[in-house]
């Protein structure tokens, strides 16, 4: 990764950094390092005026940016879903229990592969600490936001130098996925001098819900609730303007309500990327019009369903041995 990120974040923010189980995570805010053009550019395109992130890389790490070393990194970026948190994938809250989260095990079966494995976890819209833009409030945030996030924090930590990137997407992070794969994930490369080798791309699709924009019915029911949450927030915000971190996260919730109504089907190629889809077996709005989607994108990713669960795979412990267990596939 880029040098001079690495040691400004750690300069800038030293507590933030915390070593465990031979890692070194790194929790910060992009936007406290974005210059006024940047950060103008960030919140036009994210919605977000703030946008914290955690970036997990091996304790031992030297940072070198050879071919050869860049070429065996994978970046496995973790995308959680509407509502969700970096809690859901295990980081944060608290007390952390013994065994290891979601997103260790993952790094450490890629690891397995004789790869170094990087790790970067979005907060992702309007919760875990973001910050929605004024005018995404009212407008709507899309996955197409979230995918700009994404390229982002890819760009300033100069992510986009790596052999692979695997994009692991939770409900609503898994619909940016399909954003991020079908723009050709360019926007976060400089294309006046665009690298010599652009990293392949792998995703995995948990519970997607991209399927929802081919139904009219469920595009109104996401618009109403959005609008009428936002009704119901709108007067406490006038009255309270230092309202709770809990008011302005449901104002997000509402935001990305009308922004998943906003969504048309997708129409990009994923032929040629790797993937897997991950869904429950009673997770019918995942399901719906699944099989369809994938065949109109081009690609034949296998479909695993997992017995019993629904539309929250991320706290089942099948859904994580599910996927290690596919790990070698999209490495």
Same mark, same amino acid.
């Given at each position: 990764?880029?040098?001079?990120? !690495?040691?400004?974040?750690?300069? %800038? ?5 915390? +070593? ?12 406290? !390092? ?11 395109? #994210? ?7 955690? @970036?997990? $890389?091996?304790?031992?790490?030297? =940072? ?7 070429? =065996?990194?994978?970046?496995?970026? &973790?995308?959680?879903? !509407? ?11 608290? +007390?952390?229990?013994?065994? %290891?989260? !979601?997103?260790?095990?993952? /790094? ?11 790790? @970067? ?10 910050? $929605? ?19 982002? $924090?890819?760009?300033?930590? =100069? ?26 994930? #360019? /926007? ?9 080798? %652009? ?9 997607? $819900? ?25 007067? +406490? ?20 309500? %009308? ?6 089907? &997708?129409? *990009? ?16 709005? *995942? ?12 690609? #034949? ?10 539309? =929250? ?16 596939? @999209? +490495?």
């Amino acid at each position: 990764m880029k040098d001079e990120a !690495f040691i400004e974040i750690v300069a %800038k923010l030293p507590e933030s950094r915390r +070593v465990e189980a031979g890692r070194t995570f790194l929790d910060f805010d992009v936007t406290d !390092f974005l210059g006024q053009s940047e950060l103008r550019d960030f919140q036009e395109q #994210t919605g977000l005026s703030r946008s914290p992130v955690t @970036l997990v $890389v091996p304790r031992q790490s030297s =940072n070198d940016t050879t071919q050869q070393a860049s070429h =065996n990194r994978v970046v496995v970026a &973790f995308l959680h879903g !509407f509502g969700g948190s970096r809690g859901s994938w295990g980081l944060g809250g608290g +007390v952390r229990s013994r065994e %290891k989260s !979601f997103v260790e095990r993952i /790094l450490h079966s890629v690891e397995a592969m004789g790869k170094e494995a990087v790790g @970067l976890v979005l907060a992702g819209l309007g919760g875990d600490g973001g910050s $929605v833009d004024g005018a995404a409030l009212k407008l709507g945030l899309t996955p197409e936001h979230y995918s700009h996030q994404l390229h982002h $924090v890819l760009r300033y930590l =100069n992510l986009y130098d790596c052999g692979r990137i695997i994009g692991i997407g939770h409900s609503l992070g898994a619909s940016a996925l399909w954003e991020f794969a079908g723009q050709g994930f #360019t /926007l976060g490369v400089d294309l006046a001098s665009p690298p010599e080798r %652009k990293p392949a791309l792998s995703l995995v699709s948990i519970s997607p $819900v991209r399927g929802l924009a081919d139904s009219s019915f469920l595009r109104a029911g996401c618009r109403v609730a959005g609008q009428g949450l936002h009704l119901i927030l709108r007067p +406490v915000l006038r009255v309270w303007r230092f309202s709770s971190r809990r008011v302005w996260d449901l104002m997000g919730m509402a935001s990305v309500l %009308k922004g998943l109504a906003q969504q048309r089907p &997708f129409e *990009a190629s994923l032929e040629g990327i790797a993937g897997l889809v991950l869904v429950g077996q009673r997770d019918w709005i *995942a399901r719906r019009g699944l099989r369809l989607g994938l065949q109109r994108s081009g690609c #034949t990713w296998p479909i695993a369903q997992l017995p019993g669960l629904g539309h =929250n795979l991320l706290w089942h412990p099948a859904t994580v041995s599910a996927l290690v267990s596919y790990m070698p596939m @999209l +490495v």
